[in-house]
């Protein structure tokens, strides 16, 4: 007999206290899923919390490099992703090796980055074309990608990061729109490479115009991997944790969401007396939405899938994350 989500929730509840287990998840995930996790997070707050958290097991209810980030941070650990296939497509737009290297000057921006280098080029062929320029890495990356860069982002964090570098001049991969908006926020010379979010690039301007004349006076709030033109309209442009300390402290009443939909779950259930729009109905990101209820059961019954990585790759990775951390 096919168990409903309350019998789904007990069995799981019952597993994590055998195994000693957390769930850790991402704030885009279902509603039902963040409902069961320990933790719901961004980016930033999910990587502290991995490393930090006492338990046995980690069950990443998020994409793949979430997990491995946990499992560079936490080695001793069972680190479990929910679905084998969750996968930022991003995230596989940059990868270490392969040959080619030409660049591409980036038009149409008044403080660009120098050079956005396209996706058929490989990190090593960027480093190899800026010799000693260190490498700021989004922590949507592969881990061997991690392990190959200075130090490691996230969308919350990415000008603190920049800045506390002594460099006029940094990498930034892989996102166009997080790194030209990082340019616009420093007075680094900012390269940047031509990957990016597929979920928040649809957005355009036309988009943004249309939500605000549905929604006169609403607070636009918009993620930075928004393309800059979109960014530049926005009046908050921060990272999903970031929007929900923005829609709680804001003494406004009615927002616009340019962020992936999963966020509405808590941006309602935290500020029941506010109204939240989403500046697209369909910025849904599917690998995001592959995890389910029946995905955590499975994952803490038959203690799949396990993430780890190698050691001669998570201990480089793991310093470009540590030092991201030790940014407060
Ligand atoms: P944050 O939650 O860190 O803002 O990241 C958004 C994202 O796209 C994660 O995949
Ligand atoms: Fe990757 Fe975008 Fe999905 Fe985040 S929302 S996991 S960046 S595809």
């Not at 120098?114 to 989004?138: C, H, M, Q």
């Not at 829609?247 to 009615?254: F, L, Q, V, Y």
């Not at 993430?307 to 001669?312: D, I, M, N, S, Y």
Request: glycine content about 4%; overall charge neutral.
């Amino acid at each position: 007999m096919p168990l409903d989500n309350s019998g789904l929730r007990e069995e799981i509840l019952k597993l994590k206290e055998e195994r000693h287990a957390i769930i850790l998840s991402h704030n885009y995930q279902r509603d039902e899923v963040q409902e069961i996790a320990d933790f719901v997070g961004d980016s930033l707050e999910l990587s502290r919390t991995a490393s930090t958290v006492k338990c046995d097991v980690i069950v990443f209810a998020g994409v793949n490099f979430m997990a491995e980030s946990a499992s560079i941070l936490s080695p001793e650990k069972t680190v479990l992703l929910t679905e084998l296939d969750a996968c930022c497509p991003m995230a596989d737009m940059i990868r270490v090796d392969s040959p080619r290297p030409i660049k591409k000057s980036f038009p149409g921006f008044d403080n660009p980055p120098s050079y956005v280098y396209p996706a058929e080029f490989t990190l090593r062929d960027i480093k190899a074309g800026n010799p000693g320029v260190p490498v700021v890495t989004y922590v949507n990356t592969t881990a061997d990608v991690k392990a190959e860069s200075d130090v490691c982002c996230t969308s919350a964090n990415i000008v603190k990061v920049i800045e506390s570098l002594p460099d006029e001049k940094v990498i930034c991969i892989p996102d166009k729109n997080l790194a030209m908006w990082a340019a616009r926020n420093t007075n680094k010379q900012v390269i940047a490479w031509d990957g990016f979010c597929h979920v928040h690039e649809r957005v355009t301007p036309e988009d943004v115009r249309k939500a605000r004349a549905e929604h006169l006076g609403a607070v636009l709030m918009a993620h930075p991997e928004c393309r800059i033109e979109v960014l530049e309209m926005a009046d908050h442009v921060t990272s999903t944790s970031g929007m929900l300390r923005f829609a709680k402290a804001s003494t406004a009443k009615e927002f616009i969401v340019g962020t992936e939909i999963g966020l509405m779950y808590r941006l309602r259930k935290e500020n029941p007396e506010k109204i939240f729009y989403p500046l697209r109905k369909d910025m849904i990101c599917p690998n995001m939405k592959k995890t389910t209820l029946k995905s955590i059961l499975r994952a803490l019954k038959e203690n799949n899938y396990i993430v780890k990585v190698p050691e001669h790759i998570r201990v480089p990775a793991k310093r470009a994350l540590d030092r991201m951390l030790e940014i407060k």
